[in-house]
């Protein structure tokens, strides 16, 4: 998606953050899955909105 649109890094700097932080142990798998499935959400609503507007 960031190779498509530039503008969208900020979906790979979040899920780099997220898993930098997992591995510092700053978060345990139940947080990290949580957050990688509200993630995961966004990026739906986002590729929904893609298709919308083309």
């Given at each position: 998606?960031?190779?498509?649109?530039?503008?969208?890094?900020?979906?790979?700097?979040?899920?780099?953050?997220?898993?930098?932080?997992?591995?510092?142990?700053?978060?345990?798998?139940?947080?990290?899955?949580r957050e990688l499935i509200g993630l995961?959400?966004?990026?739906?609503?986002?590729?929904?909105?893609?298709?919308?507007?083309?």
């Amino acid at each position: 998606m960031v190779e498509l649109n530039g503008t969208r890094i900020d979906y790979l700097e979040r899920f780099e953050f997220l898993i930098d932080s997992y591995n510092a142990g700053s978060r345990n798998i139940d947080e990290l899955f949580r957050e990688l499935i509200g993630l995961s959400q966004a990026l739906s609503e986002e590729q929904q909105r893609h298709v919308r507007e083309q």
